[in-house]
C-alpha cells in the first residue's frame, strides 16, 4: 500500500528518507528488467487501472511506468485470458516517435489472485493540459509555431492510428491524454483506452472507467460518440477541441463543471488567425461525414510547409544510420575544412552568398538529428497514406480474434526475443590487419541494439554469434542464421576489399 505524500513528509528523516523511502524496489518483472517502485504516477485515464508505478528498465537505465489491473475473480479471468493476450500481444507492434510506446506485459496468476502487468515509456513532464495551465498562470500567450509543431506531432500520430489495417480509433484524446517533454516532444498516450472498454469483462477489480464519466472532458466527445456510427471522426472532434485548447490555454466554462457547446463555438469564433479559426471549425463540424481526415489535416493551409532539404537529409540520415559507422556525423566534421564553401547562391546584379563548413555547429546538427528522431519534426505524407498492417485483434470487433501464444518469461541470463532485422557494417584499417564490425540488430519487442567491435581475420563467424548468445544479446534460435549472415557478410568485404553493407530481414 503506498502511502499518501502527507504521511511520507510527517515521516522523521524529511526529503531524503522520503526519497528513498520511493524508490525501494516491490517487485521485479519475471525477467528481472523492469523493477516495480513504491512512487505512484498517474499518465492517463486508463480503464480498470487502479494503479500506475514508476519502475526502473534496467536493461535502458530509463525510468517507465508499471501498470496493474486487477481481476477480482479468477474463472472469469480465465474465460477471457486468451483474448487479453491477444489484444496486448497487439498493441506491442503499434510504434510511432509520437505515441506512448507499449513495452512488454505478462500475466500474474496466484491461487488468490490474477493480475496483468505491463510496461509503458514514462512520460517525466507531464501532460499538455498542465502545461497549458502553468502558460496561462504564468500570463504567457501561446507561440503560433509552438501550437502548428504540436499539432504537425499529433496528426501524424492519429494518421498513423487511422491508415492501420484495421484502423485504430483512440477514443480518449483529450489534452489530459497527450504528453509534452520538455523539448517539446508531444506523445499521445492511452491509445489502449477504448480496447479496454472493449476486451476487459466486469470482473475486473474496480470500475471501469469510460470517458463520460470524467464530466470535465466531456466537450471533447463528438455528437456521435458511443454510437454505432463513431469511427475515426470522433478523434478528429477531439483533436479540434485540443486544437483550440492549445491556442487559448483554456476554453472557458464560466463556471459551469460542464463546457458547454456556446463556449465552444465562441471560442472558436475569438481566434484571430482566420486560417486557425477555419483549421478548429472544420475539425469540430457537427456532422461526422464532413470532418477532414487526420492526413487532410496535415495538408491545411495553417500546417503545410514545403519541407527543408536539411529536414528531408535528417530522414533520410536516421533511417539509413544502421549502415553507418558510429559518430560518423562527428568524424566527418573533423575532416572538414572550416573556411571551405560548403553552397553557394549566386545572384546576377549582387554579390552572390557563400555558406562555409564553420557555418555549422556539429553540436546543433547532433541536436537536430537527435530531435528528429525523437519525432519533434515528422514528415507529412505526400502521397496517399499506406495502411499499416495490423491483427485484427486491434479492431473493435473482437469476434474471429486469432490466438496468439503466450510470450515464455525471459530467464535473467538469457536472451528469448527474436531478431527479427539484421545490419552490418564492416571497415578494414590501414593495415588490413584487422576488421571493425558494426552490428544492428531490431528485435521483436522494436527493441534497437547496435553492437561494434574489432574483428582478426582469424575470428569466425561462428565463434562471434556464440559470443553474442553467450552474453544474452540474441537467443540461441537465431544462433545459426547470425553465423550464416556474418559469414556471407565476412566473404563480401573480403572480395570488395573496401567497407561493406549486409543487410537480412528475418521472419
Same mark, same amino acid.
Given at each position: 500500500?503506498t502511502?499518501?505524500?502527507?504521511?511520507?513528509?510527517?515521516?522523521?528523516?524529511?526529503?531524503?528518507?522520503?526519497?528513498?523511502?520511493?524508490?525501494?524496489?516491490l517487485?521485479e518483472?519475471?525477467?528481472?528488467?523492469?523493477?516495480?517502485?513504491?512512487e505512484q504516477?498517474? +499518465?492517463?485515464?486508463v480503464?480498470g487501472?487502479?494503479?500506475?508505478?514508476?519502475?526502473?528498465?534496467?536493461e535502458?537505465g530509463?525510468?517507465?511506468?508499471w501498470?496493474e489491473?486487477?481481476f477480482?475473480? #479468477?474463472?472469469?479471468?480465465?474465460?477471457h485470458?486468451e483474448?487479453?493476450? =491477444?489484444?496486448?500481444?497487439?498493441?506491442?507492434q503499434v510504434?510511432?516517435p509520437?505515441?506512448?510506446?507499449?513495452?512488454?506485459?505478462?500475466?500474474?496468476?496466484?491461487?488468490?489472485?490474477?493480475r496483468?502487468?505491463?510496461i509503458?515509456?514514462?512520460?517525466?513532464?507531464?501532460?499538455?493540459?498542465?502545461f497549458?495551465?502553468k502558460?496561462?498562470?504564468?500570463?504567457?500567450t501561446?507561440?503560433? #509555431?509552438a501550437w502548428?509543431r504540436w499539432?504537425? +506531432?499529433?496528426l501524424s500520430?492519429?494518421?498513423?492510428?487511422?491508415?492501420? =489495417?484495421? /484502423?485504430i480509433?483512440h477514443?480518449?484524446l483529450?489534452?489530459?491524454?497527450?504528453?509534452?517533454q520538455?523539448?517539446?516532444?508531444? #506523445?499521445?498516450g492511452?491509445?489502449?483506452?477504448?480496447?479496454?472498454?472493449?476486451?476487459?469483462?466486469d470482473?475486473?477489480?474496480? @470500475?471501469?472507467?469510460h470517458?463520460?464519466?470524467?464530466q470535465?472532458?466531456?466537450h471533447?466527445?463528438?455528437?456521435?460518440?458511443?454510437s454505432?456510427e463513431?469511427?475515426?471522426?470522433?478523434?478528429?472532434?477531439?483533436?479540434?477541441?485540443?486544437?483550440?485548447e492549445?491556442?487559448v490555454?483554456?476554453?472557458?466554462?464560466?463556471g459551469d463543471?460542464i463546457v458547454?457547446?456556446?463556449?465552444v463555438?465562441?471560442t472558436?469564433?475569438?481566434?484571430?488567425?482566420p486560417?486557425?479559426r477555419?483549421?478548429v471549425?472544420a475539425?469540430?463540424?457537427?456532422?461526422?461525414k464532413?470532418?477532414?481526415s487526420?492526413?487532410?489535416?496535415?495538408?491545411?493551409r *495553417?500546417l503545410?510547409e514545403v519541407h527543408?532539404?536539411?529536414l528531408?537529409a535528417?530522414?533520410?540520415f536516421?533511417n539509413?544510420?544502421?549502415?553507418?559507422?558510429?559518430?560518423?556525423?562527428?568524424? #566527418?566534421?573533423?575532416?572538414?575544412?572550416?573556411?571551405?564553401?560548403?553552397?553557394?547562391?549566386r545572384h546576377?546584379?549582387?554579390?552572390?552568398? +557563400?555558406?562555409?563548413?564553420?557555418?555549422v555547429? /556539429?553540436?546543433e546538427l =547532433?541536436?537536430f538529428?537527435?530531435?528528429?528522431?525523437?519525432?519533434i519534426?515528422?514528415?507529412?505524407?505526400f502521397?496517399? /497514406?499506406r495502411?499499416?498492417?495490423i491483427?485484427?485483434?486491434l479492431s473493435?470487433? +473482437?469476434?474471429? *480474434?486469432?490466438?496468439?501464444t503466450?510470450p515464455?518469461?525471459?530467464?535473467q541470463e538469457?536472451?528469448?526475443?527474436?531478431?527479427?532485422?539484421?545490419?552490418?557494417n564492416?571497415?578494414?584499417n590501414?593495415e588490413g590487419?584487422?576488421?571493425?564490425?558494426t552490428?544492428?540488430?531490431?528485435?521483436?519487442d522494436?527493441?534497437? @541494439?547496435q553492437?561494434?567491435?574489432d574483428?582478426? /581475420?582469424?575470428?569466425?563467424?561462428?565463434?562471434?554469434?556464440n559470443?553474442?548468445?553467450?552474453y544474452?544479446?540474441?537467443?540461441? =534460435?537465431?544462433?545459426?542464421?547470425?553465423?550464416?549472415?556474418?559469414?556471407?557478410?565476412?566473404?563480401?568485404?573480403?572480395?570488395?576489399?573496401?567497407?561493406s553493407?549486409? *543487410?537480412?530481414m528475418?521472419?
Open positions: 500500500m502511502m499518501s505524500v502527507a504521511d511520507r513528509n510527517s515521516r522523521s528523516g524529511g526529503k531524503e528518507e522520503e526519497s528513498e523511502d520511493e524508490s525501494e524496489i517487485e518483472s519475471p525477467c528481472g528488467r523492469w523493477q516495480k517502485r513504491k504516477v498517474n +499518465q492517463g485515464n480503464p487501472m487502479e494503479s500506475a508505478f514508476l519502475a526502473m528498465d534496467t535502458e530509463v525510468e517507465v511506468v501498470n489491473v486487477q477480482s475473480d #479468477k474463472k472469469v479471468f480465465k474465460a485470458e483474448k487479453i493476450k =491477444d489484444m496486448f500481444e497487439n498493441l506491442m510504434e510511432h509520437n505515441i506512448v510506446k507499449f513495452h512488454k506485459y505478462w500475466l500474474d496468476v496466484t491461487e488468490s489472485k490474477a496483468v502487468i505491463f509503458t515509456e514514462y512520460m517525466s513532464s507531464g501532460s499538455l493540459k498542465q497549458l495551465k502558460t496561462k498562470k504564468n500570463h504567457k501561446m507561440n503560433e #509555431k502548428k499539432c504537425t +506531432q499529433i500520430a492519429l494518421c498513423y492510428l487511422h491508415s492501420c =489495417d484495421p /484502423p480509433i477514443g480518449n483529450t489534452c489530459d491524454t497527450i504528453f509534452i520538455h523539448n517539446g516532444l508531444i #506523445k499521445i492511452s491509445v489502449w483506452h477504448r480496447l479496454f472498454v472493449n476486451v476487459f469483462p470482473a475486473v477489480h474496480g @470500475r471501469i472507467k470517458l463520460r464519466d470524467e470535465r472532458n466531456l471533447f466527445l463528438a455528437p456521435e460518440y458511443g454505432f463513431d469511427k475515426t471522426a470522433i478523434d478528429i472532434f477531439s483533436f479540434g477541441i485540443c486544437a483550440l492549445m491556442a490555454l483554456e476554453i472557458q466554462a464560466n463543471a458547454s457547446k456556446e463556449a463555438a465562441h472558436g469564433q475569438s481566434l484571430e488567425d486560417l486557425m477555419e483549421f471549425q475539425c469540430v463540424r457537427h456532422e461526422a464532413k470532418r477532414p487526420a492526413h487532410d489535416l496535415l495538408f491545411h *495553417v503545410f527543408s532539404l536539411k528531408l535528417a530522414h533520410c536516421i539509413n544510420q544502421y549502415m553507418l559507422p558510429e559518430n560518423c556525423v562527428e568524424e #566527418k566534421t573533423k575532416t572538414f575544412d572550416p573556411n571551405a564553401v560548403m553552397a553557394e547562391i546576377k546584379n549582387r554579390p552572390g552568398v +557563400q555558406l562555409k563548413y564553420s557555418h555547429s /556539429p553540436l =547532433d541536436k538529428l537527435e530531435d528528429v528522431k525523437n519525432g519534426y515528422p514528415l507529412m505524407n502521397a496517399s /497514406p495502411p499499416h498492417l491483427p485484427r485483434a473493435l470487433s +473482437q469476434e474471429h *480474434v486469432e490466438t496468439v503466450t515464455t518469461p525471459e530467464p538469457t536472451e528469448t526475443r527474436k531478431v527479427v532485422q539484421m545490419h552490418c564492416l571497415e578494414s590501414d590487419t584487422k576488421m571493425h564490425l552490428l544492428f540488430l531490431k528485435m521483436e522494436k527493441l534497437h @541494439r553492437l561494434s567491435c574483428i582478426l /581475420p582469424s575470428d569466425s563467424s561462428k565463434d562471434l554469434a559470443e553474442l548468445v553467450h544474452a544479446f540474441i537467443c540461441e =534460435d537465431d544462433c545459426e542464421k547470425l553465423t550464416s549472415f556474418l559469414e556471407e557478410a565476412f566473404v563480401k568485404h573480403r572480395a570488395s576489399g573496401s567497407a553493407h549486409g *543487410v537480412m528475418m521472419h
